[in-house]
C-alpha cells in the first residue's frame, strides 16, 4: 500500500544545475499537487493537475516546470536552480470529485539543497 | 482569496495534560472544508481530523476534537491526553468545495509534549 511515492528523497545540486523530482500515486485519484515548504511559512502550492493532462499554476510557480505524465506520475522540474529553491517539496494527491470530502495524501518529501 | 492563520508559532503541554490548537480563516465561500494535519519529526504529513462547513458538528476522532465555529471563522484542536508522540508540526489546512481541491495552509504550529 505505497500511496504517494517521491524520488529522491534527499538532493543536493550547484546553482544553475536542472533537476526533476518524481512522484507517483497508486490510488487512481484525479488531481495531483507540487508544494514547497519553507521554514515559518507552511506549504505553498507550486503547482497542480486537476486531472491527467491539466496542469495550473499555484502560489509560487515561477522556476518551475510540471508533467502529468499520466493519470500515475506528476513530476516537477527545476531547469536552472537557484539557492532560493532549496526547500522541502511535497507532492500530494487526491480524488477530487465533486463534493467528496477526501483529504489531499502526501508523499514523505523531498529535502533539495542548492548551493 | 482565501487566507489561513495559525497565530501561534510553537505551543507546549504536559503530557496527559489538554492542549488546544488556534486557527482562524478568511473566505468568501460558504461551503468548505477544514483539516488539520500533523507533520512528526519524520516529516510525513498526517491526517489528523477533518471538517465540513455545512456540518454543524463538531468532527472528533478519538482524543483530538475540533472546535468550528463558522460565523468567526473559527477551527481549533484539541488534543486530550496529550502523549509524546503528539509532538510535531500541525497545520490547519482550507479546502475548496468545487473545482479543483486546493489547499491553503497555515504556517504550522509546533506542539511539544513535557514528560
Known amino acids: 500500500n505505497a500511496g504517494v511515492t517521491q524520488t529522491p528523497k534527499f538532493q543536493v545540486l550547484k546553482t544553475g544545475q536542472s533537476m526533476t523530482l518524481q512522484c507517483a500515486q497508486d490510488?487512481?485519484?484525479?488531481?495531483m499537487y507540487w508544494y514547497r515548504q519553507d521554514p515559518g511559512m507552511g506549504l505553498r502550492l507550486i503547482y497542480y493537475?486537476?486531472?491527467?493532462?491539466?496542469?495550473d499554476k499555484g502560489e509560487v510557480p515561477n522556476g518551475y516546470n510540471v508533467s502529468r505524465l499520466n493519470k500515475r506520475e506528476f513530476s516537477l522540474r527545476l531547469e536552472s536552480a537557484a539557492p532560493s529553491q532549496t526547500s522541502v517539496y511535497f507532492c500530494?494527491?487526491?480524488?477530487?470529485?465533486?463534493?467528496?470530502?477526501?483529504?489531499?495524501?502526501f508523499g514523505d518529501g523531498t529535502r533539495l539543497s542548492i548551493l | 482569496a482565501q487566507t489561513v492563520t495559525q497565530s501561534q508559532p510553537e505551543m507546549s503541554v504536559q503530557e496527559a495534560e489538554t492542549v488546544t490548537l488556534s486557527c482562524t480563516y478568511d473566505?468568501?465561500?460558504?461551503?468548505?472544508?477544514l483539516f488539520w494535519y500533523k507533520q512528526p519529526p519524520s516529516r510525513q504529513m498526517i491526517l489528523v481530523i477533518r471538517?465540513?462547513?455545512?456540518?454543524?458538528q463538531n468532527a472528533t476522532e478519538n482524543r483530538f476534537s475540533v472546535n468550528f465555529q463558522k460565523a468567526a471563522k473559527s477551527f481549533s484542536l484539541k488534543i486530550s491526553d496529550s502523549q509524546l508522540g503528539d509532538a510535531a508540526m500541525y497545520f490547519c489546512a482550507y479546502g475548496k468545495t468545487s473545482g479543483t481541491y486546493k489547499y491553503i495552509f497555515g504556517t504550522g504550529t509546533r506542539l511539544k509534549v513535557l514528560a
Open positions: 473566505t468568501s465561500e460558504s461551503d468548505y472544508y
Open positions: 471538517q465540513e462547513a455545512y456540518k454543524q
Open positions: 493537475s486537476a486531472s491527467e493532462g491539466t496542469t
Open positions: 490510488m487512481n485519484h484525479n488531481s
Open positions: 500530494a494527491s487526491s480524488e477530487a470529485r465533486f463534493r467528496n470530502n477526501q483529504p489531499q495524501h
